[in-house]
């Protein structure tokens, strides 16, 4: 069966883009479903022998569009995300804001835009609130959405100092039989917040600030004793932070600062899982006001659209 879906009133730029390049976006929807794409006179065809296989490529490309619009392209890995969740059932629209600003822009000028609804509750949640805890799998975007957001807060002048830690080589922090001073001891477990910062800023100028101290990347036992003024503070792996790690880190809460905790409970390195402050803390401080959690699930995932098949698969193995 052909369907035909009228694309006369999609932006010009957007009509262009849905495709992609020697239509790789149509390709990668044509890998996941037995159909066939053309666009051809502003009119779109799917074809298609099961009424279901178009309704899921409609949602494809509803979000697709939607994508478009607000960050004006979209890649193949995307578009295999987007058809995992559309196999599942599980695709779904980011509520539409006509206000709706972006997160933060990356160096080379990218804006930078929630793609699922938990990150849309994440990013309401970065503006609103002062302490967020962001929990779910790997992949989901919690730490990057969290330092964007930090980084474009700076550039703004709304704070002066970026605050980035995490539990270094498991939750006790045993750096001592490492080789090198404590930053080379300290690094190698940092790395994806640097991978962010630099994404946001170029690494140039993150070395600049890190040597003005205006971002501070440190274990979190340098947290104690210190109160945090006019500073995002964003504690990764929390999930490996016990309970006592966990309110020595939020009570480091000072003026004009807020904090961002984030963490995946299925990847506890403590010896007994339930000791992890991570999961304390989502339970016992819910329902403060200031207070934000978010969860997210393998549908939030935007990495590899590989890594959604293998969360999947060790949940249903585990």
């Known amino acids: ?38 666009l051809k006179n502003q009119s779109l065809k799917i074809d298609a022998k ?29 578009v295999a995300r987007l058809c995992f969740l559309a196999r599942k059932g599980e695709i779904a629209l980011v509520d539409e804001d006509e206000e709706e600003a972006p997160i933060a822009r990356t160096r080379s000028g990218k804006l930078i835009y929630p793609k699922t609804p938990h990150q849309k509750e994440l990013a309401d949640a970065l503006r609103n609130e002062k302490i967020i805890f962001a929990s779910g799998v790997a992949g989901t975007g919690k730490t990057y959405l969290s330092v964007a957001f930090a980084v474009d807060q700076f550039k703004k002048e709304k704070i002066k100092k970026i605050i980035l830690t995490r539990p270094a080589v498991e939750a006790g922090e045993s ?113 403060i006001d200031g207070i934000a959690m978010v969860y997210f699930d393998q549908t939030d995932v935007v990495r590899n659209p590989l890594v959604q098949k293998i969360i999947e698969r060790y949940d249903q193995n585990s």
Do not use: H, W
């Not at 879906?5 to 990668?28: M, R, T």
């Not at 279901?52 to 960050?71: G, I, N, P, W, Y």
């Not at 939020?250 to 904090?259: Q, V």
């Open 1 to 38: 069966m052909e369907t035909y879906l009228d694309c006369s009133e999609l932006p010009y730029e957007i009509l262009v883009a849905l495709p992609g390049f020697q239509d790789v976006n149509f390709k990668e929807i044509e890998k996941n479903f037995p159909v066939r794409l053309i």
């Open 175 to 287: 750096l001592g039989f490492l080789p090198g001073d404590m930053q080379e001891k300290v690094d190698p477990y940092l790395r994806p917040l640097y991978d962010a910062l630099n994404e946001m800023l170029g690494a140039e100028t993150v070395e600049k600030l890190r040597e003005k101290e205006v971002i501070e990347i440190a274990p979190l036992a340098f947290m104690r004793g210190r109160t945090l003024n006019d500073a995002i503070v964003i504690l990764d792996e929390a999930q490996n932070t016990t309970r006592a790690q966990m309110k020595m880190f939020l009570t480091r809460m000072g003026k004009n600062c807020r904090m961002i905790i984030n963490g995946d409970v299925s990847q506890i390195d403590l010896i007994k899982k339930a000791d992890s402050g991570l999961i304390d803390a989502c339970n016992i401080l819910q329902g």
């Open 50 to 78: 099961d009424d279901s296989v178009v309704e899921k490529v409609q949602a494809v490309l509803d979000a697709m569009v939607q994508t478009l619009d607000r960050a004006k392209q979209i890649d193949p890995d995307e």
